[in-house]
């Protein structure tokens, strides 16, 4: 298949708070460039002291068919570290649902 991925810039309204982030992008594969942009939509909202509600989306069209994902989920801060959880929904025309969970743990390095 050869390297592929994904070149694409974000543009983020609001503060540490609440926040909206919205992007456009093309991706690569066997060196070519992709003839349709990506779309991100997402953002976070703070809901108490250590607590964050967090969307994370993607939206693409190719060759007519449109495929996108959708996330919903939290994030936790604690001192030293910060536990993500949700999950992804796969969407495209198949309507298939589904839903993918994701766990991560952001532990920060240096001061």
Excluded: Q
Aim: charged residues 10%; aromatic residues 16%.
């Amino acid at each position: 298949m050869g390297a592929f991925g994904l070149a694409y810039g974000v543009v983020t309204i609001g503060n540490h708070n609440i926040n909206l982030n919205l992007g456009l992008g093309y991706g690569f594969a066997g060196g070519e460039w992709g003839d349709t942009p990506l779309f991100h939509i997402g953002g976070m909202a703070r809901l108490s002291k250590r607590g964050y509600l967090l969307s994370e989306n993607y939206f693409i069209a190719v060759d007519g068919d449109a495929f996108g994902v959708i996330s919903l989920g939290g994030r936790t801060m604690w001192n030293r570290f910060s536990l993500d959880y949700g999950g992804f929904i796969p969407v495209s025309e198949t309507n298939a649902l589904f839903i993918i969970p994701w766990l991560g743990f952001v532990v920060p390095l240096g001061n």
